[in-house]
């Protein structure tokens, strides 16, 4: 993401962070998350117009313990839901060890940013929070990092729908956006990323179903709703989902 725009971005995560009310805070964490998704756009477009300036490659992230699988879940998703392709690296008793993301450069920056971003407000608010009494705090906070997750996700994929329908920002390429549509250049995108995914794991480990029994998914997918979505104080980085399609790039 270019440093023009991350620093716009950093400033309003910081007014929001900063703001007198739920609904100011929220407004200045949108108007991030647009920003976000809009810049997504426009690489799209500029590599759709110049396909040498960038290609999709394979970038593997480590995920560590405790509740590896919920924070997997959350990076791929995320992943998902920006253009990207996942597949969890799973260990013994449902554990994760890591998550390759497959995508263009600026994609895979903006999972990143975002995805650490998040990860630091889904710790910091797991650890204020308790289960109802005699409920395991480990299942609670597996249901809740579940919840979390499904609720950002939801939330990159409605911000990235807008951005595409509204195409390239007045400042992208113009040539770009007379000889190929927003559409197209997603379409296109969308394909590379599939083949070099193919290319990487022809035969991905498919991922193993787990059942969460905890009751914290409901106040996770409300903090995933209020959640900052801009990568807020972060200086460097690691698609486009398109709804239902998402879970089958995500490998989970």
């Known amino acids: 993401m270019?440093?023009?725009?991350?620093?716009v971005v950093r400033k309003l995560l910081a007014k929001a962070e900063r703001a007198a009310t739920p609904e100011e805070a929220a407004s200045y964490t949108d108007k991030a998350l647009q920003l976000v998704a809009r810049h997504g756009i426009d690489a799209a477009v500029l590599t759709a117009a110049d396909p040498a300036r960038d290609r999709p490659r394979a970038q593997r992230v480590a995920v560590h313990e405790p509740y590896s699988a919920g924070k997997a879940r959350l990076l791929a998703w995320t992943a998902a839901a920006l253009g990207c392709r996942a597949v969890l690296h799973q260990q013994r008793g449902g554990r994760v060890g890591a998550v390759s993301v497959v995508g263009f450069a600026a994609d895979r920056e903006r999972v990143e940013l975002l995805y650490t971003s998040l990860l630091l407000q889904a710790v910091a608010q797991l650890a204020r929070l308790r289960p109802p009494p005699g409920e395991s705090v480990a299942a609670f906070r597996r249901s809740w990092l579940h919840g979390f997750a499904v609720q950002v996700h939801r939330r990159l994929v409605e911000a990235e729908s807008d951005a595409a329908a509204s195409g390239p920002s007045p400042d992208s390429a113009p040539?770009?956006?007379?000889?190929?549509?927003?559409?197209?250049?997603?379409a296109e995108r969308a394909e590379r990323v599939d083949a070099a995914f193919a290319a990487a794991f022809p035969a991905p480990e498919p991922a193993r179903g787990r059942s969460l029994t905890g009751s914290g998914f409901g106040s996770g997918a409300a903090a995933g709703e209020r959640a900052d979505l801009g990568g807020t104080g972060l200086g460097t980085g690691l698609g486009t989902g398109r709804g239902t399609a998402a879970r089958r790039r995500i490998g989970v």
């Open 2 to 7: 270019g440093f023009d725009k991350l620093d």
């Open 175 to 186: 040539g770009a956006r007379t000889t190929t549509t927003t559409a197209v250049a997603l």
